[in-house]
Nanobody, 125 residues
Framework: QVQLVESGGGLVQAGGSLRLSCAAS????????MGWFRQAPGKEREFVAA????????YYADSVKGRFTISRDNAKNTVYLQMNTLKPEDTAVYYC??????????????????WGQGTQVTVSS
């Protein structure tokens, strides 16, 4: 069982930056792949970025590639999402999630059995 708590969301102007953090409980954090997803009002939850259990493989949605960076610190049981050059269309609730899949980088929400409560990111134009 993994419990996840996101932080770092807020209101930012277009072009600005935010860093989201996701703190995980439990001693087995390093065995999980971690992902970030987002959900805007009236839209389905979508994949943003993911990182494998060891931190040496990442994958990004095309919409954020080159602007967002996912990283993890297994010593701190924390995964991060650095978001730069934010756009109004990045506005959403952002969720972190944990997956036991160790092969590759999982990108489907169905690969992730553990989810945080989400943190709101609002980008004003």
């Amino acid at each position: 069982q993994v419990q996840l708590v996101e932080s770092g969301g807020g209101l930012v102007q277009a072009g600005g930056s935010l860093r989201l953090s996701c703190a995980a409980s439990g001693r087995t954090f390093s065995s999980y792949a971690m992902g970030w997803f987002r959900q805007a009002p009236g839209k389905e939850r979508e994949f943003v970025a993911a990182i494998n259990w060891s931190g040496d493989n990442t994958y990004y949605a095309d919409s954020v590639k080159g602007r967002f960076t996912i990283s993890r610190d297994n010593a701190k049981n924390t995964v991060y999402l650095q978001m730069n050059t934010l756009k109004p269309e990045d506005t959403a609730v952002y969720y972190c999630a944990a997956s036991p899949i160790r092969l590759g980088v999982p990108v489907s929400p169905t690969d992730y059995p553990y989810w945080g409560q989400g943190t709101q990111v609002t980008v004003s134009s």
